[in-house]
């Protein structure tokens, strides 16, 4: 399984930027965003279920990032708005076989497949 994050790069503060995640396979159920600044622990970012409901967010990155998915192109995306040099880091994709969002959801172990990471840089 494969998870192929691109959409990374050099971005001033209060630019945006899409991140996209695209499987190789239809076999996850849920899916996250992780993030790992320099020197800094993975810290979780967004989450959400392929058969929709609920999102979760870090409060970090909330009212300012989208985490959405297109169910016919089979693609993860995250909308990064107003971004600020704090959410400089290595951006990873996460997939998961289960069906709904949980408590889970939030840790890196929630996650059974994970795609190769894209930088963000944000310049102040």
């Not at 992780?34 to 622990?41: D, I, L, N, T, Y």
């Not at 979760?56 to 990064?80: C, E, H, P, W």
């Not at 408590?103 to 890196?108: D, V």
Request: charged share 15%; net charge positive.
């Amino acid at each position: 399984v494969q998870l192929q994050a691109s959409g990374g790069g050099l971005v001033q503060a209060g630019g945006s930027l899409r991140l996209s995640c695209a499987p190789s396979e239809r076999t996850f159920t849920s899916y996250g965003w992780f993030r790992q600044p320099p020197g800094k622990e993975r810290e979780f970012v967004a989450a959400i279920a392929w058969n929709g409901g609920p999102t979760y967010y870090a409060a970090s990155v909330k009212g300012r990032f989208t985490i959405s998915r297109d169910t016919v192109q089979n693609t993860l995306y995250l909308q990064m708005n107003n971004l600020k040099p704090e959410d400089t880091a290595v951006y990873y994709c996460a997939a998961g076989v289960h069906p709904s969002l949980s408590e889970r959801s939030y840790s890196p172990t929630g996650y059974d497949a994970w795609g190769q990471g894209t930088l963000v840089t944000v310049s102040s």
